[in-house]
Antibody
Framework: EVQLSESGGGLVQPGGSLRLSCIASGFTFSAYAMNWVRQAPGKGPEWVSG????????PYTDSVKGRFTISRDNSKNTVYLQMSDLRGDDTAVYYCAKAVRTDDIVAFDYWGHGTLVTVSS | QSALTQPASVSGSPGQSITISCTGTSDDIGGYNYVSWYQQHPGKAPKLMIYDVSNRPSGVSSRFSGSKFGNTASLTISGLLAEDEADYYCSSYRTHGKAVFGGGTKLTVL
């Protein structure tokens, strides 16, 4: 059974940093792209960033470029999202999502339960 | 990045068919066959229903189908069931390595 479990969310002040982690199980982690998708309260999902199977292709949505960094450790079946210079509009539930192939930022067949990030003073 | 355009709401009676549209541009829907559709029930994570315009993941009912014409993609649900009531979101690859979601459509089963 595929499982994705996010952690690392919480309350942070504007300008602060957080690192999200997502540990995966139930599939060959190193064979699939992984993505982070966020959803602000009452809003639709927003794709944030993706990383291909090898970890050498890492696209970002424009609003987080230069502030967020995605990475993966295939030996630990874990994908990370390092977030810095956080702003109020980064407040959202952050989902880790498994792509259907090695390099995909659109089709996600498994999602975690999400971790809430709240940016507020 | 502007979202793809979806109707805010659609409705149908049990057993009927409905179609949800998703309109983009030649930089996203019109230029690539990477369109996905997600179903989301309240408090739950989105669930992949269609990918690559018209492919159904294993386990998704054949009542769900996808298509594309020009810059507009569509999700059709046939034989509506009460359990289909949910929010539906389209997403597409966009030029220069981006992905974009639609604003969402609330499906009500009357």
């Amino acid at each position: 059974e595929v499982q994705l479990s996010e952690s690392g969310g919480g309350l942070v002040q504007p300008g602060g940093s957080l690192r999200l982690s997502c540990i995966a199980s139930g599939f060959t982690f190193s064979a699939y792209a992984m993505n982070w998708v966020r959803q602000a309260p009452g809003k639709g999902p927003e794709w944030v960033s993706g990383i291909n199977d090898a970890g050498d292709t890492t696209p970002y949505t424009d609003s987080v470029k230069g502030r967020f960094t995605i990475s993966r450790d295939n030996s630990k079946n874990t994908v990370y999202l390092q977030m810095s210079d956080l702003r109020g509009d980064d407040t959202a539930v952050y989902y880790c999502a498994k792509a259907v192939r090695t390099d995909d930022i659109v089709a996600f067949d498994y999602w975690g339960h999400g971790t809430l990030v709240t940016v507020s003073s | 990045q502007s979202a793809l355009t979806q109707p805010a709401s659609v409705s149908g009676s049990p057993g009927q068919s409905i179609t949800i549209s998703c309109t983009g541009t030649s930089d996203d829907i019109g230029g690539y066959n990477y369109v996905s559709w997600y179903q989301q029930h309240p408090g739950k994570a989105p669930k992949l229903m269609i990918y690559d315009v018209s492919n159904r993941p294993s386990g998704v009912s054949s009542r769900f189908s996808g298509s594309k014409f020009g810059n507009t993609a569509s999700l059709t649900i046939s034989g509506l069931l009460a359990e289909d009531e949910a929010d539906y979101y389209c997403s597409s690859y966009r030029t220069h390595g981006k992905a974009v979601f639609g604003g969402g459509t609330k499906l009500t089963v009357l």
